[in-house]
């Protein structure tokens, strides 16, 4: 089955960049729907990006060409760059599967859900 491992949080001045890196196992490489979710201060949990195994990419309209999603199919590591970071972005950030790549958009709820990573942007 699917496991999923999340690192690279942590905190950031308002401008500042991170990258997340969710490694990933047990998945089907020809068939898979990966990516993040987030849920900061005040809100429910929302699609942040996601990334299918055609390379298509779904993302959240907040994220206006900050963020940048990538799949490592050798290492098995999908990961989130983010750029320009807002104290708006203050959260925890979750790696975050589909069961499979049909209908892999940031609107879907996922299946399965990693632990979290913290993200602090002061």
């Known amino acids: 089955h699917v496991q999923l491992v999340e690192s690279g949080g942590g905190s950031v001045q308002a401008g500042g960049s991170l990258t997340l890196s969710c490694e990933v196992s047990g998945y089907d490489r020809s068939d898979y729907c990966l990516g993040w979710f987030r849920q900061v201060l005040g809100k429910s949990r929302e699609g942040v990006m996601l990334?299918?195994?055609?390379?298509?990419?779904s993302r959240a309209d907040f994220v206006k060409g900050r963020f940048s999603i990538s799949m490592d199919e050798s290492r098995n590591i999908v990961s989130l760059q983010m750029n320009n970071l807002k104290p708006e972005d203050t959260g925890k950030y979750y790696c975050?599967?589909?069961?499979?790549?049909?209908?892999?958009?940031?609107?879907?709820?996922?299946?399965?859900w990693g632990h979290g990573t913290q993200v602090t942007v002061s």
């Open positions: 975050v599967a589909r069961r499979t790549a049909w209908d892999c958009y940031v609107s879907q709820w996922p299946n399965l």
């Open positions: 990334i299918d195994s055609g390379a298509s990419r």
